[in-house]
C-alpha cells in the first residue's frame, strides 16, 4: 500500500438507466482509488459508461447504489449548494465539446471560475492571462469562442478547469473532436499543465498513445474497471 493520500474513491457504484420501460445497467459495482498527484487513463469502446462514470465522480449524477468520495467527503451526503461549492473548489471538469461561454471572451471565459470563487481585481485578469499564455493562446486573449479555432478553444477550456486550481481535472475525450496534430497539441498542454502544478488526472480517452501517458490505465468493461 502506498502512504500517498487517496483523493477520489468509488466504492461498489450501480448506475443505470431506464429507458422504455426496460432497465439499462450501465456501471456494475465499480471500485476505483485515485491518489493525489496521480494520472488515470480509462479506455473503453463508445457506450461502455465512461461519460456515465465521470458525471458520477463530478457529483452531477447519483450512484442507484454505492458511494463516491472526494477527499474523503462521500458526494451524495451533501446537499446541493454544498456540492456546487465543493465542486467549483476541488474539480476541474474539460467536455468534448467544449463548453465554453459564447458571450465571454477567451479571457472572460478563464476569468469566470475565479470570479465565482469570490476572487476579483487585477489578480484574476492576471492570473487568466498567465494559464492562456500556457497554452499558447496568449495572442487571443479577445477572441469569442467562434472567432477560435476548435483546439483553440479547447485550449481555453483548459486553462478555464485549472484556473481555480482544483486538484483533481476530469477530462472527457478533449481531443475526441479534434484532428490528429490539434488533439496531440491539446493533450500537450493538458499534461503539461497537470504535471507542472501537480494535479490529480482521470483522462477518459479511447487514443492508446495518450492513455500511455498516465501513471495508469484502467478498461471500463462490462460495467467495471479492470
Ligand atoms: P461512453 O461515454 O462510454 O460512450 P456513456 O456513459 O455515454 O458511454 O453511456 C453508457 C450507456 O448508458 C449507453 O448505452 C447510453 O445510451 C446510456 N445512457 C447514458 N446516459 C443516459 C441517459 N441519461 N438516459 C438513458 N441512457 C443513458
Ligand atoms: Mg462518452
Known sequence: MST?????????????????????????GLDLQLLAGETLAILGPSGSG??????????????????????????S??????LTRYRARYLGIVFQQFHLMRHLSALENVMLP?????????????R?????????LGHRLDHYPHQLSGGECQRVA????????????????????????????VMGA????????????????HNPEQAMRCDRQLHLQHGQLV
Open 50 to 75: 465512461k461519460s456515465t462514470l465521470l458525471g458520477l465522480l463530478a457529483g452531477l449524477e447519483t450512484p442507484d447504489s454505492g458511494e463516491i468520495a472526494l477527499r474523503g467527503e462521500v458526494l
Open 158 to 185: 483548459i486553462a478555464r478547469a485549472l484556473s481555480p486550481e482544483p486538484e483533481l481535472i476530469l477530462a472527457d475525450e478533449p481531443s475526441g473532436n479534434l484532428d490528429q496534430e490539434t488533439g496531440e497539441q
Open 114 to 126: 475565479l470570479e465565482i470563487a469570490g476572487q476579483s481585481g487585477r489578480t484574476v485578469r492576471q
Open 4 to 28: 500517498q493520500q487517496v483523493i477520489l474513491a468509488a466504492r461498489h457504484v450501480h448506475k443505470g438507466f431506464v429507458m422504455g420501460g426496460q432497465k439499462i445497467e450501465v456501471l456494475k
Open 128 to 136: 487568466a492571462v498567465e494559464l492562456l499564455e500556457q497554452v499558447r
Open 77 to 82: 451526503e451533501l446537499d446541493q449548494a454544498a
Open 190 to 205: 493538458l499534461f503539461e499543465m497537470v504535471r507542472a502544478q501537480g494535479r490529480s488526472l482521470i483522462l477518459v480517452t
